[in-house]
């Protein structure tokens, strides 16, 4: 009896773990599937109204401003927000595109053919003639199944061509993003992106006699070594930035060359927070960077170092609200004597809020201190902020509206731009690779300085087709 009770105590014994629990057992907090997983919100589409090339992995507010169209350039018109993600599987969704599975790779692409007509193509602030085009817009996505690390890539373009024009107005962006998994707690994150726009004749960044403005572009290389524990996580991400400009071209057919405005910006920072409760993590920033020009002469008078710090959260309380919001304070000292520094709030916010599994509101805003070569003008505060609903009234019709607002101060030479884009559309899917969609956009450019406002709007229908 002794002998049958000791064997059956040895065995409880032997059967309880030794240490704790690792992270990777059930129930244990992990990177890949504790809180901080939690943290990480599911890849946006090609047509999220935030300029950012999305991609799977962790989200950080980005060193450097995001490569963007200011609003004294050619918006185009607002891009429709990302479709509604379903709670069901994507099998069960009829109309839901299954890509073309590559072994551990899915690929998803998708083209859209439109045409329509503008009003104002030129955006002239008089003068300006309706005038029929066609616009061609492609997007591909690229996933990976691992069961460690993890790759995206994303891409998208489009081309306008007005009737009686010879060469496309063409803009585009995209972006990869590779996380290698090194430890339970350690990950290194690389980024590249890029993004190209023309530049709208007419900007006070241009001479008065520019008819048709630059091809503007901007490549971006990132890095992001990330720690974390189970409250604690610890960042530091250094990037690099080039943006090019291409030649405008003066109302007489010449051409105006916009090298000197083409500038290398190195920039590193540093960001620590702490998780406080599920789906809420507070953090702090501090970034520093420095703008070289190309051309000597520009770099004599406009190089420039700034500095940066931000407090902010992540926020995953559920799956009704993920995102997140910073705000700061930036300093910049020009590198030439005699200039006077400058400084300024910034902010950056990016929040998701889905009701209901058929509808979905997104929320984005921006301030920075931008550069500008306006006359007297030392800096360019500018702010923007847009809003985004989407909702699907069937699982074939999906009807969405976007607002956009803008304003550029450029300080010292009493002047201020103030922009509104406003778009409603839908779309029709007729099975899971067609689908009929429709859009009308609204513009308008209002400036303190006289006959340099202008309004737009813009009506188009087209066909998708998507694997």
């Known amino acids: 009896m002794r002998f049958a009770t000791a064997l059956l105590l040895a065995t409880a014994l032997a059967a309880l773990p030794l240490g704790g629990a690792r992270a990777q057992d059930a129930g244990a907090i992990g990177v890949e599937d504790g809180l901080f997983g939690t943290l990480d919100p599911p890849l946006r589409a090609a047509r999220d109204p935030r300029v950012v090339v999305p991609v799977r992995g962790q989200v950080q507010a980005p060193v450097l401003a995001p490569v963007r169209v200011p609003v004294t350039r050619l918006a185009p018109p607002p891009p429709a927000p990302e479709p509604v993600r379903r709670a069901r599987p994507e099998e069960a969704d009829p109309f839901a595109p299954l890509g073309l599975r590559l072994g551990v790779l899915t690929l998803r692409p998708s083209l859209t053919q439109s045409v329509g007509i503008d009003s104002n193509p030129e955006r002239l602030t008089a003068g300006g003639r309706a005038t029929a085009f066609s616009r061609t817009e492609g997007a591909l996505a690229l996933e990976t199944d ?5 790759l995206a890539i994303e891409a998208r373009g489009r081309a306008d061509l007005f009737r009686g024009a010879t060469d496309p107005r063409a803009s585009g962006e995209a972006g990869a993003r590779l996380r290698l998994d090194i430890r339970e707690w350690l990950d290194l994150t690389l980024d590249a992106r890029a993004a190209t726009a023309r530049e709208r004749a007419g900007t006070p960044e241009l001479p008065g ?29 250094g990037a690099l930035t080039r943006t090019i400009n291409g030649d405008a071209r003066r109302a007489d057919g010449t051409r105006l060359s916009r090298r000197e405005a083409d500038y290398l910006e190195p920039a590193l920072a540093l960001r620590a927070g702490y998780l406080v409760g599920p789906g809420f993590e507070p953090f702090v920033e501090a970034q520093i960077d420095e703008r070289r020009y190309v051309e000597r002469s520009a770099a004599e008078t406009r190089e420039s170092r700034g500095l940066t710090g931000r407090v902010g959260a992540r926020i995953a309380a559920s799956a009704l609200l993920s995102g ?12 030439a004597p005699g200039r006077a520094d400058v400084d300024g709030p910034v902010a950056q916010a ?47 019709l999906v009807l969405d509206a976007t607002i956009g607002l803008a304003r550029t101060d450029y300080r010292g030479a009493a002047l201020t731009e103030d922009l509104l884009t406003a778009s409603a559309g839908l779309e029709w899917r007729l099975s899971r690779t067609l689908a009929v969609t429709a859009r009308y956009s609204h513009e308008r450019l209002r400036s303190s300085a006289p006959g340099a406002g202008y309004g737009a709007d813009i009506g188009l229908v087209g066909l998708r087709l998507a694997r």
């Open 146 to 150: 691992w069961s460690r690390h993890a």
């Open 209 to 237: 006699d520019v008819a048709r403005g630059p091809q503007v572009t901007s490549v971006e290389g990132a890095a992001t070594l990330a720690a974390r524990g189970a409250h604690a996580s610890l960042s530091l991400r």
């Open 324 to 335: 997140e919001a910073s705000v700061g304070w930036q300093r910049r000292s020009f590198l």
């Open 350 to 396: 990016a929040l998701i809020w889905s009701p209901t599994p058929l509808t979905r509101v997104s929320l984005s805003g921006e301030s920075a201190i931008a550069e500008t070569r306006v006359a007297g003008a030392t800096s360019a505060q500018a702010l923007s902020a847009s809003l985004g609903i989407s909702h699907e009234l069937t699982r074939a």
